[in-house]
């Protein structure tokens, strides 16, 4: 055995079943061990930001990390900006980075960086395995680390001849670190606050957004009348109808400043105090009332299912009725024609949501209707860019369709953003994954437009105008989709939106629109 | 003025005349401050690595820095791989990253990351500026940084409170730091052991494959009869008929090894010693034979012109009349049909190369034999992947076509690494640049299956074979590259080849020719 089959064992033993791939030489004998175990699915990504947003999905939707396999540092470089959303979503993940055989790094050859320097900023743990007999262990520790609550990155540096080598060890799996405890005394404040009959938000993220800890949130808004406010942006959300219904606090600071002014408390759980997402010259970086008490309930290194267990009891609701999601048919579209607008575009989608659906969203512009007018829609799970790095959407769309091979995957897509990783489509079609892709083409990078006002700039030059415009020439996204495999049609009518998107939705493999309005 | 507006005023007046950019919400004050005052060419990138890619090439032809303009931590994250490709070609850059305003820093936001941490390990100079006052100051300080010998890259970190807060102050331009002094005993040595006879080869890269130390270099080779060996990889080479010439150190290790075996004496200019790229089980990762002596005539960061002047006059070299290649004919390719096959088409290509075109390398497997192929051509220049992060050719097409908009550009793109940055096909159609792109569409990553053989893996199974494929789907880079503005045309069989580059070349804008083998 050596190094590299060490690996391969130890992660299989771990739990990991997928990896995500887009080896180079140095990673030539951890891909033959792959192929002589077979023990781990590998999927092939033609950029690496592709792989490392697969992988963010895959953990979101099966709650355990899968591998992404990267050569050495400008690999991992390449899917950087999809393990950073990673970071922010707390999603676990285990990186395999090659890196040169130990004694050739000294010569500086053309592929030679500081690997540990490149991934440490957006890994929780780093390990550099620098013998085969190491390999196992350091493996195991990896796959824990990255399976500690509430979800870590943890990245593993392999060189060349530590995976060469031959070893006779093989890693056993490791116990993860569990959260860390509830602060009685929070939990206890909370519920005097939650009773002091005061106007009170829980503010809230994580695993609390996700069944079955979701319905006893719930719970306590039925026992004392708390809203319920989800983050801008979360790493997952269970929705729809029979479920607990939690709005999100909207992106434009005015609005989000609008939506908390009124509350005395502000509960903090499985998240921070909520903050605007940019800096805005004379609006404020905190997002709370004047004069409201931040509490928190449980941070996200915390326990915050135990942590609202505890409130229950306090509070006595354990026996209290969630106010469950009834519910709505879906509207009528048939009748739809003439301009296509995002309002349209949001009942068209919401009109064919399937049963247990899992929606990607990176919509931004086009898609502030979505969420809302999806409240009512069958059960289904939302994904969301938790780190604000665009190019999430294809990405996700591929690790959740692998991690859910039975439930249709929908991408809400806005053109810029999903330029970023448009090789996702390949892997779409090469894996015959069940996803419909809706793409926004509203050809510009419309939100920078809103974003220059808002930081206080009014006239726009032809600087700005080249810099924002995603026309000249048009994006042909029929056209880009084809050319990877993956079929595709373009609608310009409203009365075209529900035919394309119920023959997506029909179709076993993936399928793209392309929406221009 | 603000703080951007100084930023720009800076960077116009320290020379910087390019700006590849994809800004965000951060960038938003600099990019008002380009628009008032229209100093700067901004080309947008609808990825970062066509950026960083780009101002690298940029920079290769003018000898001056571009700047890019990154979207925070994950921005630069995007284009770090092509930065690392820079920073291995020693190459100027200046890249200008946004940041949060500095007391949003502390609350976490979703894009907020350790962006020092980040930039740190591919930059050679970083600064943040923390206050509208230094940006003047940092920002000259930063382009001289990158102007320094033999190329830096240099990193502006640009809070967005010192981009839109008020300061009165521009930065002057600051003198950029030149080369190491060389050392006249190594002069000195190296004459000795070009007049004792013994079998020498001088190893090269940088600035002396660029005219006019080019000549300089073969007049110590007409004086002395040492041979002239250049890295496998390099910034420039400037050659073709009536320069000198200089080979390529191969990339295989056997063969690189066969090359340097006879030698007794291997002298560096503007380099380090012969390493392999990778390390292989077995073979070493030293290329120089035992018991050879290196001599080091001036390093990269010495002055390497002047180290060559000194050995001229030393060896009373100067009115050596160097070797100059002989013009030869195109080669006749219009009996050309048939099967496709590496061969062929660099025949194809050499015989329409037009004079003092530029040529964007990155062939990998399919292009070994263009570049002795083309040694005889019209003078030309050719640019190399100089880091071994796949991605560059599309990018330095970008960035070469804007630095010399009367040379045409011809770009040698495998198909595995051309899907890394397919996006600065858009870039090329917007800004009609005047490139033909050559598409090698082996529909594999090729190299990984040589690669598995050199590391000793003799059998693949179906984990390396679906991990190096690219076909299931093909990819249609016709289909491809039309989306984005670019025309093409398919080739399959030789006696298209012809015809297609020639029309690719008459065009004034982009063109891409997918040859299918």
């Known amino acids: 055995m050596n190094g590299a089959e060490s690996l391969v064992r130890t992660m ?13 030489t140095s990673e030539m004998h951890f891909v033959a061990a792959l192929d002589r175990l077979d023990l781990i699915r590998c999927v092939l990504a033609l950029q690496e930001n592709v792989a490392t947003g697969a992988a963010d999905a895959y953990a979101r939707m099966t709650g355990e990390p899968a591998a992404t396999l990267l050569h050495l540092g400008p690999g991992f470089g390449n899917g950087l900006a999809n393990v950073h959303n990673a970071k922010k ?24 960086s500081d690997i540990q320097g490149i991934v440490g900023p957006v890994s929780d743990f780093v390990v550099t395995t ?3 007999d190491d390999v196992g262990t350091d493996t195991a520790a990896t796959v824990a680390a990255a399976k500690s609550w509430p979800g870590k990155i943890a990245t593993l540096i392999l060189p060349a001849n530590s995976a060469w080598d031959t070893t006779e060890k093989v890693g056993k799996p ?24 005061k106007k009170a938000v829980i503010f809230v993220s994580g695993a609390i957004l996700e069944e079955p800890a979701l319905t006893n949130l719930g719970k306590v808004k039925a026992a004392t009348g708390v809203d319920l406010l989800a983050q801008t942006s979360n790493r997952r959300i269970d ?16 609005h989000a400043l609008e939506t908390l002014k009124d509350y005395e408390y502000v509960i903090l759980l499985g998240t921070r105090e909520p903050v605007s997402f940019f800096a805005y010259p004379n609006k404020p ?18 326990d915050t299912v135990k942590a609202l267990d505890m409130l229950i009891d306090l509070l006595g609701a354990g026996n209290a009725e969630p106010e469950l999601v009834e519910a709505e048919p879906a509207p009528d579209v048939s009748g739809l024609s003439g301009e296509i607008t995002p309002e349209i575009i949001s009942q068209a989608f919401r009109a064919h949501m399937p049963e247990d ?49 039975d439930r249709p995957v929908m991408v809400l897509q806005s053109d810029g953003s999903g330029m970023y990783c448009n090789q996702a489509l390949w892997t779409m079609a090469r894996e015959n994954l069940n996803v419909t892709v809706l793409i926004f083409s509203n050809r510009a990078y419309r939100i920078l437009e809103g974003e220059m006002k808002g930081v206080g700039v009014e006239k726009m030059g032809h600087v700005a105008e080249n810099l924002f415009g995603l026309n000249k020439p048009d994006i042909d996204w029929v056209g880009l989709s084809k050319s990877m495999g993956v079929d595709a049609e373009r609608v310009d009518d409203a009365s075209g939106l529900s035919p394309a998107i119920q023959k997506g939705l029909a179709l076993k493999g993936p399928y793209l629109i392309e929406i221009v309005f």
């Open 285 to 302: 970086s905190r997002l709370s009332p004047d004069g409201s008490e931040i509490l928190n309930l449980a941070g996200p290194q915390q």
């Open 89 to 112: 979503a707390r999603a676990p993940m285990v990186n395999v980075v090659g890196e040169h055989a130990t004694y050739h790094i000294e010569y500086d050859a053309p592929l030679t």
């Open 130 to 132: 620098n013998s085969p």
């Open 357 to 405: 659906c899992i929606i990607v969203d990176e919509s931004i512009t086009t898609g502030r209707a979505f969420f809302p007018d999806s409240k009512a829609a069958p059960p289904h799970t939302w994904l969301q860019n938790t780190g604000g790095a665009i190019g999430v959407g294809l990405p996700y769309a591929v690790g959740a369709a692998i991690a859910c091979p």
């Open 239 to 254: 929705r729809g109808a029979g479920r607990v219904a939690v709005n999100k606090l909207p992106y434009p600071v005015d």
């Open 174 to 197: 490791q116990q993860p670190d569990g959260p860390e405890p509830v602060n009685a005394d929070d939990v206890a404040a909370v519920a005097e606050a939650l009773k002091s009959g």
């Open 12 to 24: 299989a033993a771990s739990g990991i079943d997928v990896c995500f791939a887009n080896p180079g």
